[in-house]
């Protein structure tokens, strides 16, 4: 949460995400799979309305096979935060 935080920036209404969090039983990982697999998909939807067949380059990568390990498979100096 501390890194979505600084990411959202302090006037962000984060009380759902939080909530979420608060609620999984996976503390560790802190979220529920469903949960990750509903963003995920919303973003990646997004991703593809946008960038059309580029949008590929920008979606997160689940290495293919259990247990899943998520990544961005871009290089991190094509990574930019404006």
Do not use: W
């Not at 529920?32 to 960038?51: M, N, V």
């Not at 293919?64 to 498979?73: E, F, N, W």
Request: charged share 30%; with cysteine.
């Amino acid at each position: 949460m501390r890194e979505y935080r600084a990411i959202v920036g302090p006037l962000a209404d984060i009380d759902s995400t939080e909530a979420a969090f608060e609620a999984s039983s996976n503390k560790e990982f802190g979220m529920e799979g469903d949960y990750f697999s509903q963003r995920k998909s919303k973003l990646e939807k997004r991703l593809k309305t946008a960038l059309g067949p580029t949008a590929r380059h920008y979606c997160i990568d689940d290495g293919g096979s259990r247990p899943r390990k998520y990544a961005l498979t871009l290089s991190a100096d094509a990574v930019r935060f404006a």
